[in-house]
């Protein structure tokens, strides 16, 4: 075990995930206006109605699908009668139709900043850090699973990687895992990383705000500016809560002063 | 019965000239800034016309509003919960700023800085999008009085849906201007549609308001709202909607544009209604009985049993006071001759209309008959289809009923009026005609002719003992420093709202006295040991108010 293996498969990812945590609850905390998708759509509409969807809903099967083949042992899968052979080809086939999917979205999504003046003037140079690290994962991925995957013998990454991240999980860190893995798949999992690393700082954030409480909440919100009417007088109905001070205001106040 | 005070808006066209002022005053407080450029909180419009943005009144395109269902449920016509988030990705009915239009700016720096030529210098106009040059082909008020309306009007969507086929010819056509604020809707359809639950109706007054702190960008409130009087802050990435000027109602004064409009032509007060029978009336299967529906949802102020619930509820004495002097109620529900901006999109709106009488009186001017005559104003409403139907359109569904008899009233107002200030006899049998009473009439006319400040304006201060709390909750404008954020506090200038200069501390203008009268962060004087005159209260000679002394006595500059 080098110190480079140490390096790349314990020191980097820990301290990506610290910074992801951590940024994350800095920025929720003090960053809840700058907090948006950033949507560019009042812009341009004709290739992000295409590029927009297909990007999404491609990454969210690409999601769906490393949470599978990362975080669920080979084992558990086997219990339920998913073999090596089922596994091989539901990974190969969904995952073809996601990456298509999701490269074809994103080529879209890329050309049109590039190339539509409005959208471009307003890329920030994080975002074009960001586009660099999620281009590259998801290039290197899909070429790592072309070469070793499709055209290759097919390489069992839930024998190596899969157990490394729960090793991680586990705080029982195994770099050694790591260090036969085929070199796309080390490039893919390390431009991840860094990826992981920035996205407290980018747009990113966008993804922990998916509007899942719509499906439950009222239509009609009300919120009463103080406890003095309604909220006071009857027991607060769902949807008629108070709203609240924002946490930090009272921080803010006092370093004005 | 759960009783609500909505604080209202009623305008009224026959006095409306269409100066802009409203829209200017408006943009001045609100959104003089990058990223809102093309955002008119109030705008006016030519009707006939397409509006802003354009054809918003299109709902088979845009989707807005809400739509009754087979089983008489309403649901919102852009689809329901599992299809808004699945369209989450790219909003397919989302206006893109070419709806409004491009903003630009010239490139006055030209005018200066040309060198020396024999042709003059010509400031080009330039995209604030791109900063490219542009061909300016569409803004805010492009048909403004008619202008290029040969072209433009046939695509007017209530032109669209008439019966009779009108053609745009000039010399028979009619006009009025129809000034636009968000409708503060009882049953916002904005409100619903937003994924975050950023957006919310003010328990207090109804004033429906964008959480900045919470509003995610997801755009599905500007689709979602019929009228399209929320924005987006393209700049920001979040939702940005009239106000309703709420600090300045929770003092108690009126809103910009109805402070400033040299018409005095809006009128602002409460009306109490009914919260839990919003829903049921707004669901009514006829589209001409939605008027009533809403007329229904109101409550009277003077009702013994609305007053104790009223005050179950924890509402204040002077808020009763203020919705029983309220001018909102009287044009309403008691002259009934104000009527609401398209109340088939059943989201209840709340600023209404008096309906311009003037499309009317100018047809028979023209035709050199008296004008002011009640059987000759009555014989015009029924005869003439056009502007009628039109009115129709806008403010009843379609439904020529109410429009015609709120017309009426107005035509009645005119008369009977005239004989009182020609000296003659008062004709009684005017009022009659139009189910009011001379005295009725009277009233109304002082209302709606006298119009005096404090008839127009009835607006109960906020009980403020804690409402310092909510200006900070939906004006999050200037939280400290880290990504995207800005605003007065920050170290650079430019922040996400742009160089912005003067922008308050805090959302209200009272804070601004509070601040000083606590001793608290005063703008700092350009001179040290001076006193920023802009903070000086007015009361006492303050130190370094007056430069100090010099040694021969005399008052000189501290240079």
Same mark, same amino acid.
């Given at each position: =075990?080098?110190?480079?293996?140490?390096?790349?498969?314990?020191?980097?990812?820990?301290?990506?995930?610290?910074?992801?945590?951590?940024?994350? +609850? *800095?920025?929720?905390?003090?960053?809840?206006?700058?907090?948006?998708?950033?949507?560019?759509?009042?812009?341009?509409?004709?290739?992000?109605?295409?590029?927009?969807?297909?990007?999404?809903?491609?990454?969210?099967?690409?999601?769906?699908?490393?949470?599978?083949?990362?975080?669920?042992?080979?084992?558990? +899968?086997?219990?339920?009668?998913?073999?090596?052979?089922?596994?091989?080809?539901?990974?190969?086939?969904?995952?073809?139709?996601?990456?298509?999917?999701?490269?074809?979205?994103?080529?879209?999504?890329?050309?049109?900043?590039?190339?539509?003046?409005?959208?471009?003037?307003?890329?920030?140079?994080?975002?074009?850090?960001?586009?660099?690290?999620?281009?590259?994962?998801?290039?290197?991925?899909?070429?790592?699973?072309?070469?070793?995957?499709?055209?290759?013998?097919?390489?069992?990454?839930?024998?190596?990687?899969?157990?490394?991240?729960?090793?991680?999980?586990?705080?029982?860190?195994?770099?050694?895992? =790591?260090?036969?893995?085929?070199?796309?798949?080390? *490039?893919?999992?390390?431009?991840?990383? =860094?990826?992981?690393?920035?996205?407290?700082?980018?747009?990113?954030?966008?993804?922990?705000?998916?509007?899942?409480?719509?499906?439950?909440?009222?239509?009609?919100?009300?919120?009463?500016?103080?406890?003095?009417?309604?909220?006071?007088?009857?027991?607060?109905?769902?949807?008629?809560?108070?709203?609240?001070?924002?946490?930090?205001?009272?921080? $803010?106040?006092?370093?004005? $002063? | 019965?759960?009783?609500?005070?909505?604080?209202?808006?009623?305008?009224?066209?026959?006095?409306?000239?269409?100066?802009?002022?409203?829209?200017?005053?408006?943009?001045?407080?609100?959104?003089?800034?990058?990223?809102?450029?093309?955002?008119?909180?109030?705008?006016?419009?030519?009707?006939?016309?397409?509006?802003?943005?354009?054809?918003?009144?299109?709902?088979?395109?845009?989707?807005?509003?809400?739509?009754?269902?087979?089983?008489?449920?309403?649901? !919102?016509?852009?689809?329901?919960? /599992?299809?808004?988030?699945?369209?989450?990705?790219?909003?397919?009915?989302?206006?893109?700023?070419?709806?409004?239009?491009?903003?630009?700016?010239?490139?006055?720096?030209?005018?200066?800085?040309?060198?020396?030529?024999?042709?003059?210098?010509?400031?080009?106009?330039?995209?604030?999008?791109?900063?490219?040059?542009?061909?300016?082909?569409?803004?805010?008020?492009?048909?403004?009085?008619?202008?290029?309306?040969?072209?433009?009007?046939?695509?007017?969507?209530? !032109?669209?849906?008439?019966?009779?086929?009108?053609?745009?010819?000039?010399?028979?056509?009619?006009?009025?201007?129809?000034?636009?604020?968000?409708?503060?809707?009882?049953?916002?359809?904005?409100?619903?549609?937003?994924?975050?639950?950023?957006?919310?109706?003010?328990?207090?007054?109804?004033?429906?308001?964008?959480?900045?702190?919470?509003?995610?960008?997801?755009?599905?409130?500007?689709?979602?709202?019929?009228?399209?009087?929320?924005?987006?802050?393209?700049?920001?990435?979040?939702?940005?909607?009239?106000?309703?000027?709420?600090?300045?109602?929770?003092?108690?004064?009126?809103? /910009?544009?109805?402070?400033?409009?040299?018409?005095?032509?809006?009128?602002?007060?409460?009306?109490?209604?009914?919260?839990?029978?919003?829903?049921?009336?707004?669901?009514?299967?006829?589209?001409?009985?939605?008027?009533?529906?809403?007329?229904?949802?109101?409550?009277?102020?003077?009702?013994?049993?609305?007053?104790?619930?009223?005050?179950? %509820?924890?509402?204040?004495?002077?808020?009763?006071?203020?919705?029983?002097?309220?001018?909102?109620?009287?044009?309403?529900?008691?002259?009934?001759?104000?009527?609401?901006?398209?109340?088939?999109?059943?989201?209840?709106?709340?600023?209404?209309?008096?309906?311009?009488?003037?499309?009317?009186?100018?047809?028979?001017?023209?035709?050199?008959?008296?004008?002011?005559?009640?059987?000759?104003?009555?014989?015009?409403?029924?005869?003439?289809?056009?502007?009628?139907?039109?009115?129709?359109?806008?403010?009843?569904?379609?439904?020529?009923?109410?429009?015609?008899?709120?017309?009426?009233?107005?035509?009645?107002?005119?008369?009977?009026?005239?004989?009182?200030?020609?000296?003659? %006899?008062?004709?009684?049998?005017?009022?009659?005609?139009?189910?009011?009473?001379?005295?009725?009439?009277?009233?109304?006319?002082?209302?709606?002719?006298?119009?005096?400040?404090?008839?127009?304006?009835?607006?109960?201060?906020?009980?403020?003992?804690?409402?310092? %709390?909510?200006?900070?909750?939906?004006?999050?404008?200037?939280?400290?420093?880290?990504?995207?954020?800005?605003?007065?506090?920050?170290?650079?200038?430019?922040?996400?709202?742009?160089?912005?200069?003067?922008?308050?501390?805090?959302?209200?203008?009272?804070?601004?006295?509070?601040?000083?009268?606590?001793?608290?962060?005063?703008?700092?004087?350009?001179?040290?040991?001076?006193?920023?005159?802009?903070?000086?209260?007015?009361?006492?000679?303050? %130190?370094?108010?007056?430069?100090?002394?010099?040694?021969?006595?005399?008052?000189?500059?501290?240079?």
């Amino acid at each position: =075990m080098n110190p480079l293996d140490i390096l790349l498969w314990v020191a980097f990812p820990y301290a990506a995930a610290v910074v992801f945590i951590v940024g994350h +609850l *800095l920025r929720y905390r003090f960053d809840q206006f700058g907090w948006t998708s950033r949507s560019s759509q009042t812009y341009e509409n004709k290739w992000l109605r295409w590029g927009s969807p297909m990007f999404h809903y491609g990454i969210l099967m690409v999601f769906g699908g490393h949470i599978v083949g990362l975080f669920i042992p080979k084992p558990w +899968l086997e219990f339920f009668g998913v073999t090596e052979h089922i596994y091989h080809l539901g990974a190969t086939w969904l995952g073809s139709v996601a990456a298509v999917l999701t490269i074809a979205g994103l080529v879209i999504l890329l050309v049109r900043r590039r190339l539509v003046a409005r959208v471009k003037l307003v890329t920030t140079v994080m975002d074009k850090v960001m586009y660099l690290f999620l281009a590259g994962t998801i290039a290197f991925g899909t070429i790592a699973t072309v070469l070793y995957q499709v055209l290759g013998a097919g390489y069992d990454y839930r024998g190596s990687i899969s157990p490394w991240i729960r090793s991680l999980y586990g705080f029982q860190p195994d770099p050694a895992l =790591m260090s036969d893995v085929p070199f796309f798949f080390q *490039l893919h999992v390390l431009t991840a990383t =860094m990826l992981f690393l920035l996205w407290p700082f980018t747009r990113l954030v966008h993804v922990f705000s998916a509007p899942l409480g719509y499906f439950v909440r009222p239509y009609i919100v009300y919120r009463s500016r103080d406890g003095h009417r309604g909220a006071g007088a009857v027991k607060a109905r769902r949807g008629w809560e108070k709203s609240e001070l924002p946490r930090d205001t009272r921080d $803010r106040e006092g370093s004005r $002063r | 019965m759960r009783v609500m005070a909505q604080m209202s808006m009623i305008m009224n066209l026959d006095k409306c000239i269409g100066c802009h002022t409203c829209s200017v005053t408006c943009k001045q407080v609100w959104t003089n800034r990058t990223g809102v450029e093309y955002v008119w909180f109030n705008n006016v419009e030519t009707k006939p016309g397409v509006g802003y943005p354009r054809r918003y009144e299109d709902q088979d395109k845009w989707k807005g509003g809400w739509q009754r269902n087979k089983r008489g449920r309403l649901k !919102l016509r852009s689809g329901g919960r /599992i299809k808004r988030l699945a369209t989450i990705f790219n909003n397919p009915d989302l206006p893109v700023i070419d709806d409004y239009y491009e903003p630009w700016t010239y490139d006055y720096d030209m005018l200066t800085k040309a060198p020396l030529s024999t042709e003059s210098p010509v400031a080009r106009p330039k995209s604030l999008l791109t900063g490219q040059n542009m061909d300016i082909k569409w803004s805010g008020n492009w048909d403004d009085d008619l202008g290029g309306s040969q072209e433009t009007a046939a695509d007017d969507p209530i !032109l669209a849906t008439m019966s009779e086929h009108v053609k745009m010819e000039f010399e028979n056509t009619f006009m009025f201007y129809l000034p636009r604020i968000c409708e503060h809707c009882l049953n916002p359809a904005c409100v619903a549609a937003c994924p975050s639950g950023a957006m919310y109706k003010r328990e207090e007054d109804g004033i429906v308001l964008v959480d900045e702190d919470g509003c995610r960008g997801w755009r599905m409130c500007v689709s979602a709202c019929p009228y399209k009087k929320v924005y987006f802050n393209h700049k920001t990435g979040k939702a940005e909607k009239c106000t309703l000027c709420y600090p300045l109602i929770e003092q108690g004064k009126p809103t /910009i544009c109805s402070e400033t409009c040299v018409g005095r032509l809006r009128y602002l007060g409460l009306m109490l209604y009914d919260a839990d029978a919003v829903l049921a009336q707004a669901s009514v299967e006829n589209e001409h009985d939605l008027l009533d529906a809403q007329r229904a949802c109101f409550l009277d102020p003077f009702d013994p049993e609305v007053i104790a619930a009223a005050k179950a %509820e924890g509402m204040e004495d002077d808020w009763i006071l203020a919705a029983q002097n309220s001018p909102i109620y009287k044009l309403i529900s008691e002259y009934k001759v104000a009527l609401p901006l398209h109340p088939e999109y059943r989201t209840m709106p709340m600023v209404w209309y008096i309906p311009p009488l003037s499309p009317v009186v100018d047809v028979i001017s023209t035709t050199n008959n008296d004008g002011e005559d009640a059987r000759t104003l009555f014989a015009a409403i029924d005869k003439l289809r056009i502007p009628v139907e039109y009115l129709a359109g806008l403010f009843s569904a379609g439904d020529v009923v109410p429009v015609e008899s709120s017309l009426r009233k107005l035509a009645a107002m005119r008369s009977y009026m005239r004989d009182i200030n020609l000296g003659r %006899e008062r004709d009684e049998s005017i009022p009659e005609a139009v189910g009011m009473t001379g005295t009725e009439i009277e009233a109304m006319y002082r209302l709606l002719a006298i119009a005096k400040y404090e008839d127009r304006y009835v607006i109960p201060k906020a009980h403020v003992e804690t409402a310092r %709390e909510l200006e900070e909750l939906a004006c999050s404008l200037d939280t400290d420093g880290g990504p995207g954020m800005g605003g007065p506090t920050a170290a650079t200038a430019a922040g996400p709202y742009g160089k912005t200069p003067g922008m308050p501390l805090n959302a209200t203008v009272d804070n601004y006295n509070q601040l000083v009268g606590k001793g608290g962060e005063r703008t700092k004087p350009t001179t040290p040991g001076r006193v920023n005159l802009l903070n000086w209260t007015g009361g006492g000679v303050p %130190e370094g108010l007056f430069p100090p002394r010099t040694a021969d006595g005399a008052t000189g500059s501290p240079a």
